[in-house]
């Protein structure tokens, strides 16, 4: 009966000493009081820019993470002097916004990259755009019209998977949600 007693003893301070010792280093405090994670040990160029609203990677030509709560949002050219050129993997995941005008000189966006923005309604292609990652637009509920520039050479398997409200135009044919695959098998090899 002692020893049991002791091992639960044991166990409840190994625990009561493990709980104080979360890490909370990783996170930077911004002037807007919210907590973002700093990254830089895994990647050491991603920059917060002094407006807030996005995380940069690569130099700050890709931004990897929307920090804002705009409903719309225009995103600029450059960020802090660079050029953007890729909306990165998942950049915009679940985000609230109904519209994102994107910017000349963009080229790419990354795999997810507005990935389960449900109340999407209007999104602005640049004609700098060439290419559209795996399902870039997933989940988008409310997408109900995307006009794809003639320079755009690659779109991934299931950039509109669960668009079931979508029109996708590009090179003059419109493609709906039942015949997207059809849109797909264009960029296909």
């Not at 994670?37 to 700050?60: F, H, L, R, V």
């Not at 915009?92 to 109904?98: A, L, Q, V």
């Amino acid at each position: 009966m002692q020893k049991k007693l002791l091992a639960i003893f044991m166990t409840l301070v190994m625990a009561v000493s493990f709980a104080g010792c979360k890490d909370d280093s990783s996170k930077t405090s911004k002037n807007d009081n919210t907590s973002v994670e700093d990254n830089s040990e895994s990647n050491s160029d991603e920059k917060a820019p002094e407006n807030g609203d996005y995380k940069t990677i690569n130099n700050g030509t890709e931004i990897s993470e929307y920090l804002g709560t705009d409903s719309v949002v225009s995103i600029p050219e450059e960020i802090n002097g660079t050029k953007i050129s890729i909306i990165g993997m998942y950049a915009f995941d679940r985000k609230e916004t109904t519209e994102i005008i994107l910017p000349n000189g963009l080229t790419s966006l990354g795999y997810g990259a507005f990935y389960y923005c449900k109340n999407l309604e209007k999104i602005t292609l640049p004609d700098t755009l060439e290419r559209i990652g795996e399902f870039a637009f997933i989940g988008c509920e409310k997408l109900t019209n995307v006009e794809i520039p003639e320079s755009v050479t690659e779109i991934g398997q299931k950039a509109f998977e669960e668009c079931e409200n979508i029109s996708v135009t590009f090179k003059g044919n419109t493609y709906d949600y039942a015949h997207i695959e059809d849109l797909y098998s264009l960029f296909s090899e």
